[in-house]
């Protein structure tokens, strides 16, 4: 059984930072490329980036580049989210994703149906 745990987020100011990781059991971790979305209360999910298996080539959403850095580490099974200069536009849940099949991140990597696997996501709260 696949399971993705989300963990990092909380509470923060205006201009802080977070750092979210995402711990993978129950698949070859390695094998498939890996995102973050996140959703907002009364808002669609979006896609934030995506990791090849390797972590050589990451797409990220341009509203949030520059500011989120995605990552992995393969002998840990597990994904991370560097969140940079926080504003309050993004309080949201934030998941973890797996392809499940594809080694790398499809030019349809920001829709949800490329992604087999999901947790259940940590909250990030920015306050102003």
């Known amino acids: 059984q696949v399971q993705l745990v989300e963990s990092g987020g909380g509470s923060v100011q205006t201009g802080g930072s977070l750092r979210l990781s995402c711990t993978a059991s129950?698949?070859?971790?390695?094998?498939?490329?890996m995102a973050w979305f996140r959703q907002a209360s009364g808002k669609e999910r979006e896609g934030i980036a995506c990791?090849?298996?390797?972590?050589?080539?990451?797409e990220s959403a341009a509203s949030m580049k520059g500011r989120f850095t995605i990552s992995r580490d393969n002998a840990r099974n597990s994904l991370y989210l560097q969140m940079n200069n926080l504003e309050p536009e993004d309080t949201a849940m934030y998941y973890c994703?797996?392809?499940?099949?594809?080694?790398?991140?499809?030019?349809?990597?920001?829709?949800?149906?490329?992604?087999?696997?999901w947790g259940q996501g940590t909250q990030v709260t920015v306050s102003s």
């Open positions: 990791t090849s298996w390797d972590g050589s080539m990451t």
């Open positions: 994703a797996s392809t499940g099949r594809s080694a790398y991140c499809s030019e349809r990597w920001s829709v949800e149906r490329e992604f087999a696997h």
């Open positions: 129950g698949l070859v971790f390695s094998a498939y490329a």
